[in-house]
């Protein structure tokens, strides 16, 4: 079956201008969630959707960064009036939801990120 | 603050050797430690994970080892291979969902 995919795999921006992520996780998936991996650093929680709701927004570096999932799938990372510390790899992850309260919890399965280099 | 500290940095083996990483963790609100594989140009994908409720577990040629006193844990790999090379991260999660990763070692197994 199909992982997570994510458009476009290279984005190159000029400081300054806002760019647009998108996530498609697999298919039936609750969970979604985006993590920033700097070069050489582990990845870094950003925001967690279940279906659409946004529960959990604490990562976002700022309020140039804004997550969405209208409809519970496809998700976009929005990044406005880009910086050059906002140079990293997106990482999109989606999993089943089954997790719930201690001892429980379930797969993340990411995508292959998406490379934005701001200039 | 970082939660989850991880070493080493970088690794090199010669094939057949067992690497060791360790990682090390402050949040007792984490109850699942997974350990993730990532390749070049790849995202993370799991290689294996556990409780903090059992000191050991393996899966094939890898093993978790977890002091749950110590809040340390750690990924050994036996005979390891040219293809094991890649970056390893151990994470951990809670009921938050989200994981917080260790900031990566990686390992270069030569032939």
């Known amino acids: 079956g199909a992982g997570v995919s994510q458009s476009p795999r290279y984005k190159v921006a000029k400081r300054g201008q806002d760019v647009a992520l998108r996530c498609d996780p697999i298919s039936g998936h609750v969970s979604l969630f985006w993590y920033q991996q700097a070069l050489g650093q582990g990845p870094e929680f950003l925001t967690y959707f279940q279906n659409e709701a946004q529960l959990d927004k604490s990562g976002l570096p700022s309020d140039r960064f804004f997550a969405e999932r209208p409809e519970g799938s496809v998700s976009t990372l929005k990044i406005q009036r880009t910086q050059q510390e906002d140079s990293a790899v997106y990482l999109c992850a989606s999993d089943r939801g089954l997790a719930g309260g201690p001892g429980s919890t379930d797969t993340q399965y990411f995508g292959p990120g998406t490379r934005l280099t701001v200039l | 603050q970082q939660q989850v500290k991880q070493s080493p940095q970088s690794l090199i083996v010669q094939k057949g050797g067992i690497p060791i990483i360790n990682c090390a963790y402050e949040n007792t609100a984490f109850d699942y430690f997974p350990w993730y594989q990532q390749f070049p140009g790849k995202g993370p994908a799991l290689l294996i994970a556990?409780?903090?409720?059992?000191s050991e577990k393996k899966e094939g040629r890898f093993t978790i080892s977890f002091n749950k006193s110590a809040k340390q844990f750690s990924l050994h790999i036996m005979d390891s291979q040219p293809g094991d090379s890649a970056t390893y991260f151990c994470?951990?999660?809670?009921?938050?969902?989200?994981?917080?990763f260790g900031s990566g070692t990686q390992l270069t197994v030569l032939p």
């Open positions: 556990i409780r903090p409720d059992v």
């Open positions: 994470a951990g999660t809670g009921s938050a969902r989200q994981l917080t």
